[in-house]
């Protein structure tokens, strides 16, 4: 389910993905089918991992990366979830044809 907010997106980001919605900055963001491929992707990480456990994960990957790089934006675009979802966000067949705990690839 798309719902759109600019208050609930963090500062230079247009969507974010908490199950079971994906939320906009803008109504005009829901015809970014890459975008929303990319936010169905974390929606599925999510499933996996139980919620909870991917929120968990997804905040000590960025942690570990940051005291790593000392750069937010590197530590981010390291983390294994986003670096699923940005390598295959282009595939609109991707989420049919992907293998569970497929971000563990990712890892490193």
Do not use: D
Not at 1 to 26: D, E, H, T, V
Not at 65 to 88: D, H, R, V
Request: charge should be positive; proline fraction near 3%; charged fraction near 20%.
């Amino acid at each position: 389910m798309i719902r759109y907010s600019k208050y609930l997106i963090p500062k230079n980001y247009i969507g974010l993905a908490i199950y079971p919605f994906i939320f906009l900055k803008n109504k005009t963001l829901a015809n970014n089918w890459v975008l929303i491929n990319h936010e169905r992707i974390h929606l599925k990480q999510q499933i996996e991992l139980c919620w909870i456990f991917f929120f968990a994960w997804y905040y000590i990957e960025f942690l570990l990366n940051f005291l790593w790089y000392l750069n937010g934006y590197k530590a981010y675009k390291s983390i294994s979830f986003e670096k699923e979802a940005y390598a295959n966000e282009g595939n609109p067949n991707y989420l049919a044809n992907r293998k569970v705990w497929a971000f563990l690839k990712y890892i490193g």
